[in-house]
């Protein structure tokens, strides 16, 4: 059963030891304001998926941090999330690991939820075709009678 936070209240999510964000909900009016970021649009055809990831992450963190705590600056200074720090706080890889975790990933569970095919194999068969045929039965005569 799909459950509904009917508040769609900001919530605090620990991305390390010390350190959490206040994020809005994950709405679809962010997923879609997300996916037509400039940012995520200057990305390149050709490029990684990786690297479609990373814009993608940073432009929905940028539009997600409301409040940050036990992040500061060189000098060790609390610092308020601007584009530049969310932008270098993602670039982290545990705390992006853990954003994509706690907080990307929760919104698409349910998309995959919605799949109704299996997954791909993996392993040494994936994608290997049956090459095995079924031994043929002699072929039946007509009765003489």
Same mark, same amino acid.
């Given at each position: ?8 209240? +900001? ?5 390390? =030891?010390? $350190?959490?964000?206040? /994020?809005? +909900? /994950? ?11 400039p ?9 990684l998926?990786?690297?479609?990831? $990373?814009?993608?992450?940073? !432009? /929905?963190?940028?539009?997600? $941090? ?14 308020? =999330? ?5 932008d !270098?706080?993602?670039?982290?890889? =545990? ?14 569970? /349910?998309?995959?939820e919605?799949?109704?095919?299996? +997954?791909?194999?993996?392993? +040494?068969?994936?994608g !290997? ?5 079924p031994?043929?039965? =002699?072929a ?6």
């Amino acid at each position: 059963m799909l459950t509904l936070d009917l508040t769609n209240a +900001p919530r605090w999510h620990d991305l390390a =030891p010390g $350190v959490r964000v206040q /994020l809005r +909900p /994950l709405t679809t009016a962010l997923m879609v304001a997300t996916r037509s970021d400039p940012a995520v649009e200057a990305v390149p055809a050709d490029a990684l998926d990786e690297e479609r990831a $990373v814009a993608f992450a940073k !432009a /929905l963190a940028r539009r997600a $941090v409301l409040a940050w705590e036990g992040i500061g600056d060189a000098d060790g200074k609390p610092i308020d =999330p601007r584009p530049e720090a969310i932008d !270098a706080l993602l670039d982290v890889w =545990p705390i992006f690991e853990a954003f994509q975790l706690t907080y990307v990933s929760k919104g698409l569970l /349910l998309e995959q939820e919605k799949n109704a095919s299996a +997954p791909s194999p993996n392993g +040494p068969s994936a994608g !290997a075709s049956d090459t095995a045929k079924p031994a043929r039965k =002699p072929a039946r005569t007509a009765r003489r009678g």
